[in-house]
Antibody
């Protein structure tokens, strides 16, 4: 069974940092691109960024709203992907989902349950 | 700020057909596949339609998708109470080099 489980959320002050983790199981993790998607309370979905697989040099892409502040990395030996968030702002408050991209197309086909990040003083 | 535009709400009585539109541009829907996601209350989103009109295994054939030019639509036929929730379209945007979601549509079963 495919599973992705996020962890690491919590309360952080504006300007602070936080690192989210996502542990995957039930599939060949190294084959897949992995994404982070967030959802502010009561709002819609916003794509944060993604990391490609080894075949595609682990390259990353980010939404303009987080570029230069957030960094996505992965460790295929641990079937894990990470989101390092720096210079956090109140508008980064959201539920952060770890999401697998299908190999065959652009489907975001498996979503975790999310981890909540609250940026507040 | 969402790049893909959806109506904020749609509703119908049980058994009716409901259609949700998704309007984009040449850099996203116009050149790439469209995906639809269903988010039931209190749960994570789930892939509902992929490659414009394909259903993952387990998704009822009451759900169907289509695409024409820079717009797409999701139809729910034989509406059921368990279909109540939020629906989002999504696509890769070549100009932004990023994935974009629609503004979301809340479906209510009257």
């Amino acid at each position: 069974e495919v599973q992705v489980v996020e962890s690491g959320g919590g309360l952080v002050q504006p300007g602070g940092s936080l690192r989210l983790s996502c542990a995957a199981s039930g599939f060949t993790f190294s084959d897949h691109y992995m994404n982070w998607v967030r959802q502010a309370p009561g709002k819609g979905l916003e794509w944060v960024g993604r990391i490609r697989n080894k075949l595609n040099s682990y390259t990353t892409e980010y939404a303009a709203s987080v570029k230069a502040r957030f960094t996505i990395s992965r460790d295929d030996s641990k079937n894990s992907v990470y989101l390092q968030m720096n210079s956090l702002k109140s508008e980064d408050t959201a539920l952060y989902y770890c999401v697998r991209k299908a190999v065959a197309d652009g489907s975001l086909d498996y979503w975790g349950q999310g981890t909540l990040v609250t940026v507040s003083s | 700020q969402s790049v893909l535009t959806q109506p904020p709400s749609a509703s119908g009585t049980p058994g009716q057909r409901v259609t949700i539109s998704c309007s984009g541009s040449s850099s996203n829907i116009g050149t790439n596949n469209v995906y639809w996601y269903q988010q039931l209350p209190g749960t994570a989103p789930k892939l509902l339609i992929y490659r414009n009109n394909q259903r993952p295994s387990g998704v009822p054939d009451r759900f169907s998708g289509s695409k024409s030019g820079t717009s797409a639509s999701l139809a729910i036929s034989g509406l059921r109470s368990e279909d109540e929730g939020d629906y989002y379209c999504g696509a890769w945007d070549g100009s932004l080099s990023g994935y974009v979601f629609g503004t979301g549509t809340k479906v209510t079963v009257l």
